[in-house]
């Protein structure tokens, strides 16, 4: 009896800090806004840029430009490159496992020949390994083959004067070319005619990262000739 009171004691003395603990991190819980964001939250955010970008489609899809924000304020690439079949599906802020997202619905679904991609620097900012953002990027380039779409992939850029970041850039961007290599996908090398030393030449952004109007300009000269190339 004595042991059973003994037991009885210890078991609603650790129910009572269970407890103590237990309903802080409820409220806590319920008062984090990070937490209210659920999966089904994230898939409609995405939905809704989806919806943004196919309202711009053209009738007819050769090319597809997938990418971030450097991408999508390149804003109308058909007038940029004398086309008529350019779907631009760059969106601001988006890392490369956001941009998987998109995959199914604005590129597989279009099936389009080729799709041209430039990612990677928000996931550096934001600290993801680059080993991650590597893996992403695989899952890009043979989800694309597997489905008969032709990847083309540029080189993450430089930013300027960011000695740090760019030596991880460097490194990445030796990665995406060994693997379209051993893929056989084209790889451009951005940062051969748009970076110096100091990385991403200043005349061509307009904040160390995004484009200005004449990086646009060298940048789409440099894809004009690409495309002359392929097939439709």
Known sequence: ????????????????????????????????????????????????????????SPKKISIVMLGNSITEYGGDWNNRLGRTDILNCGQGGYTTGQLIWLLDSCVISIKPRY???????????????????????????????????????????????????????????YLLEAYCKEKYVTFINMNEFMADQNGLIPELTTDRTHLSNRGYEIWSDKLAQVISELSF
């Not at 319920?30 to 711009?56: C, G, H, N």
Request: overall charge positive.
């Open 115 to 173: 799709c041209i991609i430039l990612a990677g620097i928000n996931d550096l900012s934001l600290g993801i390994p680059i080993n991650k953002i590597f893996n992403n990027y695989q899952t890009i380039i043979d989800t694309l083959l597997a489905n008969s779409i032709q990847p083309i992939v540029q080189s993450t850029l430089y930013q300027t004067g960011n000695a740090e970041g760019n030596v991880k850039v460097t490194y990445l961007n």
């Open 1 to 56: 009896m004595k042991n059973t009171f003994i037991i009885s004691i210890l078991f609603n003395i650790i129910l009572a800090i269970l407890l103590t603990y237990a309903i802080p991190y409820q409220f806590s819980k319920k008062q984090d806004p990070v937490k209210k964001i659920s999966k089904f939250e994230i898939q409609q955010l995405a939905a809704k840029r989806i919806e943004r970008i196919m309202k711009q």
